[in-house]
């Protein structure tokens, strides 16, 4: 072979080659199956049996809701449990959510927030299994794995099994923050962990049983079904949004503590198309460009400033695979915006300490306070991270 073919052969080679690794790369992209999604793993434990499903608008299998699916493969789903937000996932944060009927499928829908934040005896009088399904962040202020200890509990108590189906959590790839104080205990954080604990929900829901976090753990009937081809360090792109306002993966990833200005005299976006990537405030008038103003839309009825002009900082135009490799509770921000509300002497945290309830502790406040840097800050944290590591690595599936 001559060597202009052999080097037609080796650039043919070379070409195959990349075109399959590009291929591999695709498959391997979109290989993560969600445990809805593996239906024989689950089916059979509800056959026959009178079912109710806590979910939202992230329980799907592919373009379907699994209500709808269930229901076409007989299962005689009775009754649905919906967290905050609802079951279809357009209500404010913190927004009383209703209870009443689906009006696709005319099942009667139960609201686990506001007052009933857990199933009553009653509400499970004919129940004989239980199915969890919900997308969640990774972050011990959302509220689902609230939700999700309350109904852990409820299932023990009145001896009914529960299978949590599991999915990704897109802030799994780090551990960061304080461990909440029982002082701070709130239905925006519930459990001794850090504010990102790394774990997916059926991790978590592992280590709520295990550390018998929930009243009667040894009753619990509980089985996770696993996600396939997942591990902690997957860049996991949510089909749906989890809730209103984190519209997309960007938000998500700059949530953990992007949050802690709901705290504060600062915005986070609510009322704009940039929740949580953008933040601000009318203070900022002569020391920032970027400008944004709240007003009224879908999941921010009454957003924070309303109608006031917001100057501060754009975060959206971070790239997402920065944000995932940055994996740490970054405080620069919030330090930055703390040392300028102090130098024009005006009030940053809110009166209510509402800071302090997402924080898990005064702590963080009383050193944001005292001028102490990001790394000595860290640093206060890091003994009961190690502890609290010790305890997670039991839990693990993945």
């Not at 997916?200 to 929930?214: H, L, N, V």
Request: charged share 25%.
């Amino acid at each position: 072979m001559n060597i202009v073919n052999m080097k037609l052969l080796l650039f043919f080679c070379l070409l195959f080659s990349c075109a399959n690794e590009s291929q591999h790369t695709q498959i391997e992209k979109s290989e993560i199956i969600v445990a809805a999604e593996q239906l024989d793993l689950y089916l059979t434990k509800l056959k026959d049996k009178n079912v109710a499903i806590v979910a939202n608008q992230t329980s799907t299998i592919g373009k379907e809701h699994l209500v709808d699916k269930l229901i076409a493969k007989d299962i005689q789903i009775r009754k649905v449990f919906a967290p905050e937000h609802g079951f279809r996932g357009k209500a404010d944060a913190g927004e009383l959510i209703k209870s009443g009927v689906d009006t696709k499928t005319g099942l009667p829908i139960i609201s686990l927030y506001g007052k009933n934040k857990k199933p009553t005896k009653d509400q499970l009088s004919e129940i004989e299994i239980v199915l969890f399904d919900i997308q969640d962040v990774g972050v011990r202020f959302y509220t689902y794995i609230s939700t999700l200890h309350y109904v852990m509990e409820a299932c023990a108590k009145n001896n009914i099994p529960l299978i949590v189906l599991d999915r990704p959590n897109p802030n799994a790839h780090y551990i960061d923050g304080p461990i909440l104080e029982p002082d701070y205990k709130s239905f925006i954080g519930m459990h001794p962990v850090p504010i990102v604990y790394g774990m997916t929900i059926g991790e978590y829901a592992q280590m709520i049983k295990g550390e018998a976090w929930i009243a009667k753990s040894d009753n619990l009937d509980l089985t996770i079904i696993p996600c396939r081809n997942y591990d902690h360090k997957t860049i996991y792109e949510l089909p749906i949004k989890p809730s209103p306002n984190l519209p997309n993966l960007k938000s998500i990833l700059l949530y953990p503590y992007l949050c802690f200005f709901e705290g504060t005299n600062v915005s986070v976006g609510r009322g704009t198309n940039k929740q949580f990537q953008v933040i601000g405030n009318p203070i900022f008038k002569n020391e920032k460009l970027y400008h944004f103003t709240p007003l009224p839309n879908e999941g921010a009825k009454y957003p924070k400033l309303e109608n006031q002009q917001c100057f501060g900082d754009d975060l959206s135009a971070k790239e997402e695979q920065s944000l995932f490799k940055n994996a740490n509770l970054d405080l620069s921000y919030l330090l930055e915006y703390a040392a300028f509300f102090k130098a024009k002497n005006e009030p940053f945290f809110l009166e209510n300490l509402f800071f302090d309830k997402l924080a898990g502790t005064s702590k963080l406040r009383e050193d944001i306070l005292a001028g102490k840097t990001e790394h000595d800050i860290k640093a206060s944290w890091k003994e009961d991270i190690s502890s609290f590591k010790k305890i997670r690595k039991k839990y693990l599936i993945y």
